[in-house]
Nanobody
Framework: QVQLVESGGGLVQAGGSLRLSCAAS????????MGWFRQAPGKQRELVAT???????AYTDSVKGRFTISRDSPKNTMYLEMNSLKPEDTAVYYC???????????????WGQGTQVTVSS
């Protein structure tokens, strides 16, 4: 069973920093594309950042230069370092993994339970 467990959310003032962690089941870590999404109240879930099994990263424009996605394979953990936080970054943050079709014919998309990030002005 694939499990993704986020931690590290909280309340922070604008301009502050937080680091989110996503602990993944060992047997799927390093396979497919992992990423962070977020969903603010009344808005659709949006992609924040992704990292491939080879370490390539991508970010949505609104977080470029402020957020950094990384992974620690020996620890089966993915991180999102968030700096210069803004009130508009307030959302529930979810980690996600998309397994490749060659790996499984079953479920390929898994989500964590989410962690709340609140940035006060």
């Amino acid at each position: 069973q694939v499990q993704l467990v986020e931690s590290g959310g909280g309340l922070v003032q604008a301009g502050g920093s937080l680091r989110l962690s996503c602990a993944a089941s060992g047997w799927i870590f390093g396979i497919g594309v992992m990423g962070w999404f977020r969903q603010a109240p009344g808005k659709q879930r949006e992609l924040v950042a992704t990292i491939t099994s080879s370490g390539s990263t991508a970010y949505t424009d609104s977080v470029k230069g402020r957020f950094t996605i990384s992974r620690d394979s020996p620890k089966n953990t993915m991180y999102l370092e968030m700096n210069s936080l803004k009130p508009e970054d307030t959302a529930v943050y979810y980690c996600n993994i998309k397994l490749p079709p060659w790996y499984t014919s079953g479920q390929r998309d898994y989500w964590g339970q989410g962690t709340q990030v609140t940035v006060s002005s």
